[in-house]
């Protein structure tokens, strides 16, 4: 039996930490307008010089990326959670034990990054998906696949409609939302930090787990995590050189079909704003599917894929760019830092957006190159694996970060 270890450097697959990579962008690019335009005023961006831009950047940022980005980090988890267990169970180690270690170190991380940094965490409810995705680690394919299917499109649609049938519209959470967002506001022009803390701790229970669309955004995410790990069990990415033709085709339908059904859902909304809200799950999924199809076809160019390392290293260390991108929005928005809320329009979100994750791209091309693990990564690991892990990279190490061998 092979000691207790994570995957090293050479078993990792160049396309996934790609995609991650730029999910984690459309992640960063989108909580930045989010959280600009859900805790400001209404007006409050009308007056910019950037208003007419932002006119047309808004809507483009809602066409292309919005809930994409998170929807493709969700199918990576799954996809993550299946290769992990595949890669355990062949070294003859305890994958159950492991694994679950490793998703309750997940969620502490998420809990402490919660109520002490940002709003809108995603850690604490992958891993309380990830629990409940492990118990689906010997279903079959395909039941592993219509489960997926049905919980990541109709999860959103059933709570609704349950939700109309069971109460009058407006629904009693709609005004602790707006209260929440006008007391956010004043707390985060403030300069203080404590308040802002007891803030994330009130919101925590009063807009996140104690509103109905939790369990709808639980449910999709185990949803696209199944359908991760079925992907997975296909072994498509593991052999994405033999199935560059099925790639490009496959991108093309899925990219075409999900702006098709964009379109329709801003149709819907005009009719029915329920209706629409019950079907973003539709074209969310197939888009994200059709940009991960795309760059998988994208990489197989040598020189897209080497002009991609950086992104490729953010990939590589996802979860403490995450954490460093909240970080970011805490001191560049918020009355304690530079508080540039009531300026980022969506033209400057995404700009900041650019700029920081370029930053973000460079530091962690140069941490790759030196270290086995992004910092974070390798607390994680350390705990997870009980004993500390290696951490600076040895010569023979380095000579597999390049992309192309």
């Known amino acids: 039996m092979r000691g207790s270890a994570p995957i090293g450097t050479n078993e990792r697959i160049q396309e996934i930490d790609i995609i991650r990579g730029f999910a984690l962008f459309g992640v960063l690019w989108l909580n930045l307008v989010a959280q600009a335009y859900i805790l400001v005023p209404a007006g409050t961006f009308d007056g910019l010089a950037s208003a007419r831009i932002d006119a047309v950047i808004g809507p483009i940022a809602d066409l ?34 492991i694994f679950l270690r490793r998703t309750a170190i997940l969620f502490v991380i998420g809990i402490i990054h919660i109520w002490f940094v940002w709003f809108g965490d995603i850690l604490h409810v992958y891993a309380l998906m990830g629990f409940v995705l492990y118990l689906t680690r010997n279903w079959s394919n395909r039941s592993l696949l219509i489960v ?12 609704e409609a349950v939700l109309q049938f069971l109460y009058d519209e407006p629904f009693p959470w709609w005004i602790t939302n707006d209260v929440a967002a006008a007391r956010h506001y004043e707390v985060l022009q403030s300069n203080s930090y404590t308040a802002y803390v007891g803030e994330l701790w009130w919101a925590s229970w009063e807009t996140m787990w104690g509103m109905p669309f939790y369990i709808h955004y ?45 379109v329709v859902g801003f149709g819907l909304d005009k009719i029915n704003g329920v209706v629409a809200y ?8 197939v888009l994200a599917l059709g940009y991960g199809a795309a760059i998988v076809v994208l990489c197989q160019n040598e020189r897209f894929r080497n002009s ?40 400057l979100c995404f700009a900041l957006a650019v700029v920081f994750f370029t930053l973000q791209a460079w530091v962690s091309l140069w941490w790759v190159e030196r270290f086995r693990f992004g910092p974070v990564e390798w607390v994680w690991r350390s705990l997870t694996y009980g004993k500390r892990q290696p951490f600076r990279l040895v010569t023979n190490d380095k000579s597999r970060l390049n992309p192309t061998t």
């Open 64 to 97: 292309l990326v919005s809930d994409k980005a998170m929807a493709l980090f969700s199918l990576l988890f799954g996809y993550g959670f299946a290769m992990i267990l595949r890669r355990l169970e062949s070294r003859g180690m305890d994958a159950g034990t």
């Open 148 to 159: 997926g299917l049905l919980l990541a499109l109709f999860s959103k649609g059933a709570v």
């Open 218 to 262: 639980c449910a999709t995410a185990l949803g696209r995590f199944m359908l991760g790990a079925w992907i997975f069990r296909q072994g498509w990415l593991q052999t994405t050189s033999t199935l560059r033709p099925e790639f490009r085709r496959w991108s093309l339908i899925l990219i075409g079909s999900g702006f098709v059904l964009t």
């Open 278 to 285: 019950s079907f973003s799950s539709f074209p969310q999924l």
């Open 308 to 347: 991609m390392v950086g992104v490729a290293a953010v990939g590589r260390t996802a979860l403490t760019n995450y954490l460093l991108q909240s970080i970011m929005y805490v001191f560049v928005l918020f009355g304690f830092g530079f508080g540039l809320i009531r300026f980022l329009g969506a033209t």
